[in-house]
């Protein structure tokens, strides 16, 4: 499989395969692709279908194979931002927010990943229920805004406001903390709690969550009849 990153705030990945290569996807991400490319929609078994459901994924997904000669597929974005080719192998797995995940080649496993501490699930946003990137090949990933990454050292933290982390690698622990003081948490306007990420491990974060975006734009959107 080789592929091109494409456009601007609202980026594609055009993916060029060979005859039988596979990519998988999750959504409705295809834009594009050539007449010999072939969809099967499949659920992956029972249980992975409820895990799914129970974290509001779509309990399918879509399985392009290019039949009968080389073909060509493009994914694209939902969302202004980044697209981001990660290579996944053994050792090299990747944790992500449960809406990042774009496509990939067939070699790559998508599962549900849960977050063992509660308190992270209830208060820390996208904490309790992500995504786990494992097997190997080539995954595209989507990033809100923009992608600022961050090698952390064992023991070094970093804190992060709720929705701004994209992802980061299996080593890395991740927590909340209380925002100090009851007048920081009702007046300062970051809410009541942060992310607090703790290495070692390598760390990305996104500019432009669009939780964030969402927020800004409600007082905007009319309601009720008028």
């Keep these: 499989m080789r592929y091109e990153i494409k456009g601007g705030n609202f980026p594609v990945v055009v993916c060029d395969l060979e005859s039988g290569e596979k990519m998988i996807t999750e959504k409705g991400s295809m834009v594009w692709m050539s007449p010999n490319m072939q969809m099967e929609t499949h659920g992956g078994g029972l249980g992975r279908m409820f895990s799914k459901a129970f974290s509001g994924e779509s309990m399918f997904q879509n399985t392009y194979t290019a039949k009968g000669g080389p073909g060509m597929i493009a994914f694209g974005s939902s969302f202004p931002g980044q697209i981001k080719a990660i290579t996944i192998a053994p050792g090299q797995e990747m944790i ?3 809406s990042a995940f774009l496509a990939a080649e067939s070699g790559v496993t998508l599962s549900i990943h849960f977050n063992k501490k509660l308190g992270t699930g209830f208060f820390g946003g996208e904490g309790f ?8 090949g080539t995954a595209f990933v989507e990033i809100d805004g923009e992608l600022v ?5 064992a023991g070094q933290q970093i804190v992060v406001d709720t929705g701004n982390v994209a992802g980061f690698t299996p080593e890395v622990q991740m927590d909340i903390r209380q925002v100090p003081g009851v007048k920081n948490m009702l007046l300062g306007g970051e809410g009541l709690f942060n992310t607090v990420l703790t290495g070692p491990g390598r760390v990305w974060l996104q500019t432009m969550p669009i939780c964030n975006v969402a927020a800004s734009i409600r007082p905007f959107i009319p309601t009720g009849n008028g």
Aim: aromatic share 6%.
């Design 96 to 98: 992500l927010q449960k």
């Design 149 to 153: 990454e961050y090698e952390l050292k």
């Design 129 to 136: 229920i992500m995504q786990r990137l494992s097997g190997r």
